[in-house]
């Protein structure tokens, strides 16, 4: 940070001061409707004829908004192609997919991509931050590339909650795993999506650096409304969701409300055993 509460990435504009309160003041998602998204009769397949293989099986689901919800199952069992279904990144074979109360399966791309940067964050198991620039500017990107101003008192609440204030004139290689993948946070909640999709945000931290990133989206969640949809294969991740749901064969299989991580693991054993 400049001295003065000025930094870079805004131009001449002033952020807070480092002594301001840093309540979450400003409201979280654009989505008003109880579902962030949903499915209705989703199935997906990849490949024709022979070489067909079914990767969603018929599934319907509601996202109630300001929601955190799991997906777990067995590798191959469909979770990172439901997840990117719900998400407008895959197109369903049949059936229909909304965000909000916006139907997308039958978008054109172009108007899709602008819905997905616009409605949609992303936080994957990289963290996919550009080298060259600092934490502050790679926070930024993407409202800059849409041509929009970044919002500055909810850009400082936001990293001073991930407790990155004090790195945003670093690059990626001057911060640790757990730092970087906070920057990364911050950058997909800074355009305040309807939702948010996690494909293994822990996955390449440390035991310590995940309990950090995952009481943050709980936070998220819990704090001002974030909608949450997160793959994990990690127990202990999934019981910080308020349902997991598992997948098999590209079908639901279960639901689980309130789970611990020890529901989840036992839930797992059985799922691996039926395959």
Known sequence: MRPGGFHPAFGRE???????????????????????AALSNVTVIFGRNEAAVVALDGISREFRA??????????GSGKTTLLQTIAGLISPTRGQVHLGERRIDDLPERELAVLR????????????????????????????L??????????????????????????????SGGQQQRVALCRALLTRPGLLCGDEPTGNLDRESGRQVMALLR????????????????????????????LLDGSITHTATSPTAESVARTMTTLVRQR
Do not use: K
């Open 219 to 246: 936070e998220a969640v819990d704090d001002f409304g974030q909608t949450l949809v997160l793959v994990t294969h990690d127990p202990i991740v999934a019981a910080y969701a308020d349902e997991v749901i598992f």
């Open 117 to 144: 940067r616009d409605q949609v964050g992303f936080v994957f198991q990289d963290f996919n931050l550009l080298p060259p620039l600092t934490a502050a500017e790679n926070i930024t990107l993407p409202l800059r």
């Open 14 to 36: 002033p952020l807070l001061r480092r002594g301001a309160r840093a309540a979450w003041t400003v409201p979280m998602s654009t989505v008003t409707c109880a579902c962030a």
């Open 66 to 75: 300001g929601s955190f919800t799991a997906i777990m199952g067995p590798s």
């Open 146 to 175: 849409a041509r929009r101003a970044p919002e500055q008192e909810w850009f400082a609440q936001l990293t001073r909650r991930a407790g990155i204030e004090d790195r945003l004139d670093h690059r990626p290689d001057q911060l």
